[in-house]
């Protein structure tokens, strides 16, 4: 298949740009780089010695004067050459105004030499002698001085027309990178298929709620950039300026932004999963519930930042400036902070645990919470923490708030969890033997897979739970609030006695459970496993039994008008008049 003619044309247009990008570049350093060594040139030339040089040269005319003045009073000369004289100096005065220094000192050593030739008729040859020498010295030494005096004005004015050329053409290439790209041209090129665009203005782009992928913004200006919403994945930010840039509720995993500055942005509640922000300065920046995951913030500025509620678990702070940070309720668990400067940084309600490695002699304040097994931590405010996988065996969690709180994994056996507020709480997979959760509030917690064998949750509020899979094997459940949940879990033994099933969809193995006065009127119990399950006195008005395995169940003093029984196995039951199902 052949090329055409467009596709050549559009091949070689872009590697002219490119090229004459590249040549933009260089002639941006080389412009930097005599502005530099100009402004150095220029330093010096305004300091030189030259300039006292001159001025000794005036103060050698002034004393030469002098000397001549002195000598026309030791010899007899005529009224008319005296008048000469006294002319020459009027004259020597008054042009001195007019022409430059070089001049004066010609002028004025022509009517010297000139006096020098009247006085050799004189019979004074001592103080002629003397005279000339003194002279002639002196016309040597002020000629070779203000030889470069000449020169030097010459010189300065190049330099000076150099320094405004310079300055011009600097003062233009300013201007033209004053320019922002706006949103329009940037995303129509990066539509084109163009990655890279380091080092452009893209100061005040709007790019909220954009994906972008592997784009290179190395050293590009953001400033006041709103990316909010935006998706950024393995891009470059390396040097980027993102000074007041809105990135909040933004996802940036995998990005590299290194050196960049952050100062005053807006990062609330921005996703920055593996994220290298080594050398970064983040001076006054709003991190306010950032989700900083395993992230490199080593030699990291933060002096003045809002921290509060970040989750810097297994983040890498070594270095790192952090004097005055807020981190109130930050999760600091298994971070690096060595090091690190935490100069009246606020720690209240920070959460860290024996792995966090913090600087030395650096001793967190009684308000921060130590997770750790044993540790009492009652009424402790830990909503919305990043928790799982914690060890919290044994702990004081009394009425403690744990509200949509991340136990997943996390061993809590043995702990007292009394009256505590562990709504929409994720719990899936956490172990919570012989855990006390009386009173406790639930509701809506995910408890699937956790394993809650002999765990106490009397009067427990479990509305609207998922209990899927849950291990309730011998736990307490009187009077416990079920409602709207699915009980598909092990509830081997488990007591539930006096708990309002109505409305509650159950499957799973109640063998041996105890149901007695509970309420299960209307409730579908079918091909449930419950032998050996008692039932007595408990409402089953209505109830679907069909097929439901009931051997050995105690059904006495139960209530079941019109419950449907239909190939029920009750072999061994106990029926509701006492009497024993053959």
């Not at 002020?142 to 310079?166: C, D, G």
């Not at 050398?279 to 921290?307: M, V």
């Not at 060595?338 to 920070?350: C, H, K, L, M, T």
Request: charged residues 20%; proline residues 1%.
């Amino acid at each position: 298949m052949s090329i055409t003619n467009s596709e050549i044309d559009v091949a070689a247009l872009v590697a002219r740009v490119e090229q004459l990008e590249k040549e933009q570049n260089l002639r941006r350093q080389n412009i930097a780089w005599l502005k530099k060594y100009f402004d150095d040139l220029k330093q010096q030339f305004n300091h030189r010695t030259e300039l006292q040089d001159i001025q000794s040269v005036h103060e050698a005319i002034a004393q030469l004067t002098a000397q001549v003045s002195e000598l026309q009073q030791h010899i007899n000369i005529s009224p008319l050459d005296k008048d000469l004289a006294n002319q020459d100096n009027q004259e020597i005065v008054v042009e001195q105004s007019n022409i430059d220094d070089a001049e004066i000192v010609k002028r004025f050593f022509e009517r010297v030499d000139q006096q020098q030739i009247q006085q050799l008729s004189v019979e004074v040859p001592t103080i002629v002698e003397n005279t000339e020498i003194s002279v002639t010295e002196e016309d040597e030494q002020v000629e070779e001085e203000t030889k470069p005096s000449t020169a030097f004005s010459n010189f300065e004015f190049q330099i000076e027309r150099i320094m405004w050329l310079v300055n011009r053409s600097y003062a233009a290439e300013e201007e033209s990178q004053d320019i922002p790209l706006d949103a329009e041209e940037f995303l129509r090129r990066y539509e084109a298929g163009e990655r890279d665009f380091s080092s452009l203005n893209l100061a005040g782009i709007d790019l909220s709620g954009k994906t972008f992928s592997r784009v290179n913004f190395s050293k590009a200006n953001l400033t006041g950039a709103n990316l909010s919403r935006t998706y950024l994945n393995s891009d470059n930010l390396n040097g980027a300026n993102l000074k007041r840039a809105d990135l909040s509720d933004a996802n940036l995993s995998s990005t590299n932004l290194s050196e960049a500055n952050l100062d005053n942005a807006n990062l609330h509640n921005i996703k920055l999963n593996s994220v290298n922000l080594e050398n970064a300065t983040l001076k006054k920046a709003n991190l306010s519930d950032a989700y900083i995951y395993q992230i490199n913030l080593s030699g990291a500025k933060l002096n003045d930042a809002n921290l509060s509620g970040t989750n810097l678990r297994k983040a890498k702070l070594v270095g790192a400036e952090l004097s005055n940070a807020i981190l109130c309720n930050a999760n600091l668990l298994e971070a690096n902070f060595e090091g690190a400067n935490f100069q009246d940084a606020n720690f209240d309600q920070a959460i860290y645990n024996h792995t966090t490695i913090l600087p030395k002699d650096f001793v967190p304040t009684d308000n921060a919470y130590l997770i750790s097994p044993g540790v009492t931590l009652a009424n402790a405010n830990l909503a919305g923490a990043d928790l799982s996988q914690v060890n919290l065996t044994g702990a004081n969690l009394n009425y403690a708030n744990i509200e949509s709180t991340n136990l997943s994994g996390a061993d809590l056996s043995e702990a007292n969890l009394i009256e505590a507020n562990l709504s929409k709480a994720n719990l899936n997979g956490a172990k919570l033997i012989q855990v006390n959760m009386n009173g406790a509030k639930l509701i809506e917690a995910n408890l699937c897979h956790a394993n809650l064998t002999a765990a106490r949750l009397n009067r427990a509020n479990l509305m609207q739970a998922n209990l899927g899979s849950t291990n309730f094997t011998a736990a307490e459940l009187v009077q416990a609030n079920l409602k709207n949940t699915h009980l598909s879990g092990n509830f081997n033994g488990a007591n539930l006695s006096g708990v309002n099933l109505v409305g509650v969809s159950i499957s799973g193995n109640f063998s041996g459970a105890n149901l007695s006065q509970a309420n299960l009127c209307g409730t579908s119990l079918q091909s449930l496993q419950m032998t050996g399950a008692n039932l007595s006195s408990a409402d089953l008005r209505g109830a679907n039994l069909s097929y439901a395995k009931l051997e050995k169940a105690n059904l006495k003093d139960a209530n079941i008008n019109g419950a449907n029984l239909e190939n029920a196995k009750l072999a061994g039951a106990i029926m509701p008049d006492g009497t024993t199902h053959e």
